[in-house]
């Protein structure tokens, strides 16, 4: 029996919130009798890749979120080939409500035969066309990801020690979101003046330079005694960016206006017909970190309930009383904590792996015929690619990019991985070599140079250098095989993605 094969359309960068990394990497790491492989969109849809055949693909929703680029016409025009490719095409949009119209037309253009939304309302309006024509099904924007849990809630202090009371970061939406997107931000930042103004210590912000990156925010968490928090979401859609670009602007121009002076400008009439909400993954993480979560009463998952789960907080604040007693009762605190971490963590419901084993038992496995033989041996390079986008440093990947692109244009495409190698070979046991090496030696030594271009070598020898010192040579030179599978025409598309694409032009 062949292993079902399914690829995933991805935009990995090392700066990625682990979230979004665990939300792609779900499916290879729970799904053992499936061979997942990965596609990163600035990689050359080859002809080679094109003939495979998978039982599925997915498009992640990193991938969907570059639907605001002047360029998505050309990606989805590339990507349309991914339909004869696969059984099922299956799409995990988030945020689903701005560039609405524009993920509407990409759904119907690349016949996508599921729609997995975070959105637990407003689906008729975000999605005009697709909604009569292609089932939509219920996704978190993140789960509980097994693997992590122990590591993350070391991060986390004794509650008794934990030197601030009430903790949060919080994104403070434009008013491209509605009147329902900005309702978190402003909760925030009541909640703090009230906590402020009784004597609590408090570090909330919806400052973007304070948001903390990777698992600095599991320790911020974990120092909080108590979190504060909602469902967001938007109450409008904007369905081509043009409401976002009458904003930008106008408040280019008028940056004190305030709220109600930029809809009146930019889109009288149109907030509040629907109200999309969604439920963010930092229900999860405070369950992680043992952080107690004072919530706006609402349906969370159909798991949580006030007062056993969450502290309730009423959203006219009329409660804050209460809310305060009940922060002071320890021990009903501490209850309040341990029941949503048995019903957010340890239950199991909401876990990455409960997540891919649905997709795949209701959108895959009824649709594809395993035993048939049909799926082929997964692609051997898959891995050390995905190694060398998700370690790497994002401007590393980007600058060897580059350098593939220009060798292929300069006819040098086999002397860079015969660079690489001798590169490392010079270098051998003696990492100081890394940092003494110049084009010169390499001139001196007879060894291969991929460019005729002193500058273009220059930056070669540099970027060899840190590969090298990330232990990434194969992966680079995986990567560099893999685009050397399609012919010149391949290439037209991708010169756009460099920030120097006249040097690619100059190849010519």
Same mark, same amino acid.
């Given at each position: 029996?062949s292993?079902?094969?399914?690829l995933?359309?991805?935009?990995?960068?090392?700066?990625?919130?682990?979230?979004?990394?665990?939300?792609?990497?779900?499916?290879?790491?729970?799904?053992?009798?499936?061979?997942?492989?990965?596609?990163?969109?600035?990689?050359?849809?080859?002809?080679?890749?094109?003939?495979?055949?998978?039982?599925?693909?997915?498009?992640?929703?990193?991938?969907?979120?570059?639907?605001?680029?002047?360029?998505?016409?050309?990606?989805?025009?590339?990507y349309?080939?991914?339909?004869?490719?696969?059984?099922?095409?299956?799409?995990?949009?988030?945020?689903?409500?701005?560039?609405?119209a524009?993920?509407?037309?990409?759904?119907?253009?690349?016949?996508?035969?599921?729609?997995?939304?975070p959105l637990?309302?407003?689906?008729?309006?975000?999605?005009e066309?697709?909604?009569?024509?292609?089932?939509?099904?219920?996704?978190?924007?993140?789960?509980?990801?097994p693997?992590?849990?122990d590591?993350?809630?070391?991060?986390?202090?004794?509650?008794?020690?934990?030197?601030?009371?009430?903790?949060?970061?919080?994104?403070?939406?434009?008013?491209?979101?509605?009147?329902?997107?900005?309702?978190?931000?402003?909760?925030?930042?009541e909640?703090?003046?009230?906590?402020?103004?009784?004597?609590?210590?408090?570090?909330?912000?919806?400052?973007?330079?304070?948001?903390?990156?990777?698992?600095?925010?599991?320790?911020?968490l974990?120092?909080?005694?108590?979190?504060?928090?909602?469902?967001?979401?938007?109450?409008?859609?904007?369905?081509?960016?043009?409401?976002?670009?009458?904003?930008?602007?106008?408040?280019?121009?008028?940056?004190?206006?305030?709220?109600?002076?930029?809809?009146?400008?930019?889109?009288?009439?149109?907030?509040?017909?629907?109200?999309?909400?969604?439920?963010?993954?930092?229900?999860?993480?405070?369950?992680?970190?043992?952080?107690c979560?004072?919530?706006?009463?609402d349906?969370?998952?159909?798991?949580?309930?006030?007062?056993?789960?969450y502290?309730?907080?009423?959203?006219?604040?009329?409660?804050?009383?209460?809310? *305060? /007693? #009940?922060?002071?009762d320890?021990?009903?605190?501490?209850?309040? @904590? %341990?029941?949503? !971490?048995r019903? =957010?963590?340890?239950?199991?419901?909401?876990?990455?792996?409960?997540f891919?084993?649905?997709?795949?038992?209701?959108?895959?496995?009824?649709?594809?015929?395993?035993?048939?033989?049909?799926s082929a041996?997964?692609?051997?390079?898959?891995?050390? *690619? /995905? #190694?060398?986008?998700?370690v790497?440093?994002?401007?590393?990947? @980007? %600058?060897?990019l !580059?350098l593939? =692109?220009?060798?292929?244009?300069?006819?040098?495409?086999?002397?860079?991985?015969?660079?690489?190698l001798r590169?490392?070979?010079?270098?051998?046991?003696?990492?100081?070599?890394?940092?003494?090496?110049?084009?010169?030696?390499?001139e001196?030594?007879?060894?291969?140079?991929?460019?005729?271009?002193?500058?273009?070598?220059?930056? %070669?020898?540099?970027?060899?250098?840190?590969?090298?010192?990330?232990?990434?040579?194969?992966?680079?030179?995986?990567?560099?095989?893999?685009a050397?599978?399609?012919?010149?025409?391949?290439?037209?598309?991708?010169?756009w993605?460099?920030?120097h694409?006249?040097?690619l032009?100059?190849?010519?």
């Amino acid at each position: 029996m062949s292993a079902a094969r399914m690829l995933i359309i991805h935009s990995m960068q090392a700066r990625y919130r682990k979230t979004t990394v665990d939300f792609v990497r779900a499916f290879e790491r729970y799904l053992p009798d499936v061979a997942v492989e990965y596609h990163h969109w600035r990689q050359p849809l080859t002809a080679a890749l094109r003939a495979q055949r998978f039982d599925a693909v997915l498009l992640s929703y990193d991938f969907l979120s570059y639907r605001q680029s002047a360029h998505w016409p050309a990606i989805v025009e590339r990507y349309r080939a991914l339909r004869d490719m696969t059984v099922r095409l299956i799409a995990l949009p988030q945020d689903d409500y701005t560039y609405s119209a524009v993920l509407d037309d990409t759904m119907v253009r690349l016949g996508v035969d599921t729609i997995y939304s975070p959105l637990e309302s407003g689906l008729d309006l975000v999605y005009e066309k697709s909604a009569g024509s292609i089932p939509i099904r219920f996704a978190l924007t993140g789960y509980v990801d097994p693997i992590s849990v122990d590591e993350l809630e070391h991060l986390a202090l004794p509650f008794g020690d934990r030197p601030i009371d009430v903790g949060q970061r919080v994104r403070d939406l434009p008013p491209w979101y509605g009147r329902y997107g900005r309702i978190k931000g402003d909760q925030a930042r009541e909640f703090a003046r009230r906590a402020d103004a009784a004597g609590l210590r408090i570090d909330i912000s919806t400052d973007p330079g304070d948001v903390f990156p990777g698992d600095a925010w599991y320790r911020f968490l974990g120092s909080c005694r108590f979190t504060v928090g909602r469902k967001g979401g938007a109450s409008m859609c904007d369905p081509d960016g043009s409401i976002r670009a009458c904003v930008e602007t106008y408040l280019a121009g008028r940056p004190e206006a305030g709220f109600d002076d930029v809809e009146a400008e930019c889109f009288p009439g149109r907030d509040g017909h629907a109200r999309m909400s969604a439920i963010s993954p930092r229900l999860f993480d405070a369950a992680i970190t043992g952080t107690c979560q004072i919530l706006t009463r609402d349906d969370y998952l159909g798991a949580l309930e006030p007062y056993v789960h969450y502290v309730p907080l009423a959203d006219d604040f009329s409660n804050f009383d209460e809310v *305060l /007693e #009940l922060m002071r009762d320890r021990d009903r605190v501490e209850s309040i @904590v %341990a029941a949503s !971490r048995r019903a =957010l963590i340890f239950d199991g419901n909401f876990t990455y792996a409960s997540f891919a084993a649905a997709v795949f038992e209701t959108d895959v496995a009824p649709y594809v015929d395993i035993s048939s033989g049909r799926s082929a041996v997964p692609d051997v390079t898959a891995a050390p *690619l /995905e #190694l060398l986008q998700l370690v790497a440093p994002y401007h590393l990947y @980007v %600058a060897w990019l !580059r350098l593939v =692109l220009l060798a292929f244009r300069a006819g040098t495409a086999g002397s860079l991985g015969r660079f690489l190698l001798r590169f490392e070979d010079m270098v051998g046991d003696d990492e100081s070599a890394i940092e003494i090496l110049e084009p010169e030696s390499f001139e001196a030594n007879a060894v291969e140079l991929p460019f005729r271009k002193g500058r273009l070598n220059e930056m %070669a020898i540099e970027v060899a250098r840190h590969l090298i010192g990330l232990g990434l040579v194969e992966a680079a030179i995986a990567w560099t095989r893999r685009a050397a599978e399609p012919d010149a025409a391949e290439w037209e598309f991708w010169p756009w993605l460099s920030p120097h694409g006249a040097e690619l032009e100059a190849q010519r």
